[in-house]
């Protein structure tokens, strides 16, 4: 398979996310330090230090039974009402299950958040791989491939409530009769209706992706599987007269040397909690490998890999910014229009990339615009405030509660 990189692509400056730490225990299966917190306080400040730092959007993670070693979680919908009422600009997606949410319910929800917020209300439609969470709850479980049909359903009915009156469906799992929604979404020119975002490595997952997603999301991948994927979604969408675009997961380690930026990662891995890494291969592993033809998510993954449960890891974010940046644009050049980061320490290293890396890719895009005879359009980079992002950094340090980890040693 080969990918379409179409012209826009290069026209376009990248979009940077970062994942909403709403989870104990920070985004690696790890007992190394992290200093970031899962409670609102520390999050209110990140989420300003994010668009204070050139980010676009952020993605709160949805979870209701405990997995990855993680023991408490916030709800992604209400959390991420809380940071777009703490923000300005930044675009905050919040994750939601078929079979756990009816998408009439969700859409008047993201209705509602998206006129709450001016128009910067978005969702993640994630079908589920995590059996407990639905049998436990009474649920119907069903197989992977059933899985992304009920999602394709579910997408579908989701975005024709958000823009028709007396819109109907007749499907498998959802059935609308001449259901009309009021009010409509606000009005933001460029974008038909709230975006939707959904993710996936799977055949069954492109497939769907390519049919009904706005943007199609991927774990953190090399060049060459990230390329594969991205062919796979255009050629469903190319099937359907669409045209999504595409993100990509990756755990950046950005420090002043790649031999420190490395040694880095090797102590994440080396304090990495054994137990849950591998109570959580179990069960994403099995996952991956029930689909028809074994290319689900993790299906490949090793140990190291889901230390970061989202195979952040194998992006290769890892090394100086200038190393970052490059690599970077080389997922650009093959389709990757949107990067959706995470870190050790979430403040102080949002802050950082914003600072150090993120200027260097915009030269590096400018370049490569002109290569591929065209020229990046500036006029779409997100507007940044003169606000001074370590000062933001460091009224977030002091959200932590007392007895956070990082503050041990730090004078009251």
Known sequence: MTTTVPASTFETPLKFAYWVPNVSGGLVVSTIEQRTDWQLPYNKKLARIAEDSGFEYA???????????????????????????????????????????????????????????????????????????????????????????????FISALRGLLTENGYSQ?????????????????????????????????????????????????????????????????????????????????????????????????????????????????????AGASTKDGKGMWADSSFEDLVQYNDGFKTRLIGTPEEIADRIVEYKKVGVNLLLTCYLHFSEEVAAFGRDVLPIVREKEKDLARARGTELNTDLLPVVPGVSAEDASAAAFETLPADHPAKAGVAA
């Open 59 to 153: 993605l709160t993670q949805t979870r209701y039974a405990a997995s990855y070693g993680a023991d408490k979680q916030h709800e992604a919908s209400a959390f991420s009402l809380a940071l777009l009422g703490a923000t300005e600009r930044l675009r905050v997606i919040a994750a939601f299950h078929p079979g756990m949410w009816h998408p009439g319910v969700l859409a008047k929800w993201l209705i509602t958040a998206d006129h709450l917020s001016e128009g910067r209300a978005a969702v993640n439609i994630v079908s589920g791989w995590l059996k407990d969470e639905f049998v436990k709850f009474g649920l119907p479980w069903l197989e992977h491939d059933e899985r992304y049909v009920r999602t394709g359903e």
């Open 170 to 286: 007749d499907g498998q799992y959802y059935s609308i009769d001449d259901f009309t929604l009021n009010p409509k979404p606000v009005d933001v020119p460029g974008r038909p209706h709230p975006e939707i975002f959904f993710g996936g490595n799977s055949t069954a997952a492109q497939d769907t992706a390519g049919r009904v997603a706005d943007w199609y999301f991927s774990n953190g991948r090399t060049l060459e599987g990230y390329e594969e994927n991205v062919a796979g979604v255009q050629a469903s969408a190319a099937r359907a007269g669409r045209s999504p675009r595409f993100g990509l997961n990756g755990f950046v380690i950005a420090r002043d040397s790649r031999a420190e930026a490395e040694e880095t990662l090797r102590e994440i891995v080396a304090k990495a909690h054994r137990p849950a890494v591998e109570g959580f291969r179990q069960s994403v592993q099995e």
